[in-house]
């Protein structure tokens, strides 16, 4: 199956620094990667979805100059918390798809903790 | 607005039978997909349903009935390692995942 790698899968970082999270996908191009975040117990929440070449479209109430995506080729996706802050601590996932009716591949995930 | 329901938590025995249900009321249906995810790590595909009827794939099986707007995930011969969330996502007439809350399958001995 196809594999979608994140990196870093764990970062701990002081508060007010900037995270970078890079996720890709490398046995696939992927024309759409989504962005989710997962507190403990509940389920995905989707923050942002991002086609290759094009400014990503955020979910309702999710900062967009907080939380700045970067799909610049149609195998990596990035996301940045910038000044992050202790309510940012979360599990960070990705996902990339190929075509819009196929599965999405989720990539391993990144938790964020923000002391 | 776009709802997934299923169970929060179900419980069954190694060696079981067990099924998820899902229902969904969404605007648009291009296909339903069922994830397992453990905790602490990303979901993993499961299967995918676009038409009616079962699926079936060693030993979890997938069902639709597209008019009732329902879904379940069936596993058989439950093993420990089964235990884990089962997450239920319709894809909308956007092509947007829409996520279920997830069922959290507990397997006892």
């Known amino acids: 199956g196809a594999v979608v790698s994140q990196h870093p899968s764990r970062v701990i970082c002081k508060s007010g620094t900037s995270v970078k999270i890079e996720c890709r996908s490398l046995?696939?191009?992927?024309?759409?990667m989504f962005w989710y975040r997962q507190f403990p117990k509940k389920s995905l929440m989707l923050m942002a979805t991002?086609?290759?070449?094009?400014?990503?479209?955020?979910e309702q109430g999710v900062e967009k100059d907080k939380f700045l995506i970067n799909h610049a080729s149609l195998t990596l996706s990035t996301l940045t918390v910038t000044s992050a802050h202790p309510e940012d601590s979360s599990f960070y996932i990705c996902?990339?798809?190929?075509?819009?009716?196929?599965?999405?591949?989720f990539g391993p995930g990144t938790r964020l903790t923000v002391l | 607005g776009q709802n997934i329901d299923q169970p929060t938590e179900m419980t069954a025995t190694e060696g079981a039978i067990v099924q998820i249900n899902c229902t969904y009321q969404?605007?648009?249906?291009?296909?339903l997909f069922w994830y397992q995810q453990h905790a602490g790590e990303a979901p993993t595909f499961l299967s995918y349903?676009?038409l009616d009827g079962l699926e079936e794939k060693g030993r979890f099986s997938s069902f639709l009935s597209r008019s009732k707007g329902y879904s379940y995930l069936l596993l058989k011969e439950l093993q420990m390692k089964d235990s884990a969330s089962y997450l239920c996502?319709?894809?909308?007439?956007?092509?947007?995942?829409?996520w279920g809350a997830g069922t959290k399958l507990i397997i006892k001995p």
């Open positions: 996902s990339a798809r190929e075509t819009s009716d196929r599965e999405q591949f």
């Open positions: 969404t605007s648009g249906f291009n296909g």
């Open positions: 349903n676009v």
């Open positions: 046995d696939f191009q992927a024309t759409t």
């Open positions: 991002s086609n290759e070449g094009s400014k990503a479209t955020y």
């Open positions: 996502a319709v894809l909308d007439s956007n092509y947007q995942l829409i």
